[in-house]
């Protein structure tokens, strides 16, 4: 069951200055893109966090704080709004105040599934929701893997926070390593089915996460954004108390947004 809405927002080509620059360095970047809502230049700082559906509560609970915590350090979340991680994930952004931008394997109209009605409208309010397929397109099946490219291909890095050994997670962590993003996995239960392609994903290479640093620091995001992340204030509020530091002789501003603190005589 989908529902629908009737207004489907823009599209973009190849040809755009809007199209999304991380798109086009994948090997079959869409040659339209769906969107309802905006996209920023800023939303080339983005982390992708997929995973299962039927996600337990600690699955839960972890995809909602990466989302949060993300979103607090000025990192845009992406994902799939699907049941289970792929929600929390969009929330957590949501209740960070950030941006989060969801990839759909259907048209941009219809509300797939049906009961994030409300989190679609929340999401184009504070992102966007896009896709490859135009206004009208049914959620199918084989749809999905296609999907899973774009939201690897929109991101720096991905998580994958729970799955299991066969999940469709596991076709996204795959276009992440061939379109040379990097990989997470959250470790889960020894017992649980749900970590069999966290703990696959992390014999093979993947990145273990336990912190929302592992990320910032791995992906070389500006050393602001871990100190946002860390005195758990905006990224903004942060750059403006930098500036003061700055002009008392405080600190010093290096190349890439990063500081030091300097030696001040007495």
Same mark, same amino acid.
């Given at each position: 069951?989908?529902?629908?809405?009737?207004?489907?927002?823009?599209?973009?080509?190849?040809?755009?200055?809007?199209?999304?620059?991380?798109?086009?360095?994948?090997?079959?970047?869409?040659?339209?893109?769906?969107?309802?809502?905006?996209?920023?230049?800023?939303?080339?700082?983005?982390?992708?966090?997929?995973?299962?559906?039927?996600?337990?509560?600690?699955?839960?609970?972890?995809?909602?704080?990466?989302?949060?915590?993300?979103?607090?350090?000025? +990192?845009? +979340?992406?994902?799939?709004?699907?049941?289970?991680? &792929?929600?929390?994930?969009?929330?957590?952004?949501?209740?960070?105040?950030?941006?989060?931008?969801?990839?759909?394997?259907?048209?941009?109209?219809?509300?797939?599934?049906?009961?994030?009605?409300?989190?679609?409208?929340?999401?184009?309010?504070?992102?966007?929701?896009?896709?490859?397929?135009?206004?009208?397109?049914?959620?199918?099946?084989?749809?999905?893997?296609?999907?899973?490219?774009?939201?690897?291909?929109?991101?720096?890095?991905?998580?994958?926070?729970?799955?299991?050994? &066969?999940?469709?997670?596991?076709?996204?962590?795959?276009?992440?390593?061939?379109?040379?993003?990097?990989?997470?996995?959250?470790?889960? /239960?020894?017992?649980?089915?749900?970590?069999?392609?966290?703990?696959?994903?992390?014999?093979?290479?993947?990145?273990?996460?336990?912190?929302?640093?592992?990320?910032?620091?791995?992906?070389?995001?500006?050393?602001?954004?871990?100190?946002?992340?860390?005195?758990?204030?905006?990224?903004?509020?942060?750059?403006?108390?930098?500036?003061?530091?700055?002009?008392?002789?405080?600190?010093?501003?290096?190349? /890439?947004?990063?500081?030091?603190?300097?030696?001040?005589?007495?």
């Amino acid at each position: 069951m989908t529902g629908r809405c009737g207004c489907w927002g823009n599209v973009l080509t190849l040809q755009d200055a809007a199209y999304p620059a991380a798109l086009r360095t994948i090997a079959d970047p869409p040659q339209r893109l769906y969107v309802r809502g905006t996209l920023q230049e800023a939303d080339h700082r983005a982390v992708a966090v997929v995973g299962a559906r039927r996600a337990s509560a600690y699955g839960l609970a972890v995809a909602e704080w990466l989302g949060q915590e993300l979103a607090r350090s000025g +990192v845009t +979340v992406i994902s799939g709004l699907a049941r289970g991680i &792929d929600a929390a994930a969009h929330r957590g952004a949501l209740q960070g105040g950030g941006r989060t931008i969801a990839v759909l394997g259907c048209g941009v109209d219809i509300v797939y599934p049906p009961e994030h009605a409300r989190l679609t409208v929340q999401i184009i309010e504070a992102g966007a929701v896009v896709s490859e397929f135009p206004p009208g397109t049914p959620p199918l099946r084989h749809q999905f893997p296609r999907r899973n490219r774009l939201i690897s291909g929109l991101s720096l890095g991905v998580v994958v926070v729970e799955g299991r050994a &066969d999940s469709g997670a596991l076709i996204t962590a795959d276009c992440a390593l061939e379109q040379g993003r990097e990989v997470f996995a959250v470790p889960g /239960g020894v017992f649980a089915e749900t970590s069999a392609l966290p703990h696959r994903l992390l014999q093979q290479g993947a990145k273990l996460l336990t912190t929302v640093e592992d990320i910032l620091e791995e992906l070389r995001l500006p050393n602001m954004d871990v100190l946002a992340l860390r005195c758990r204030l905006p990224v903004a509020e942060v750059a403006r108390v930098l500036l003061g530091l700055e002009l008392r002789g405080l600190v010093r501003a290096l190349p /890439g947004q990063r500081y030091v603190r300097t030696t001040v005589e007495t």
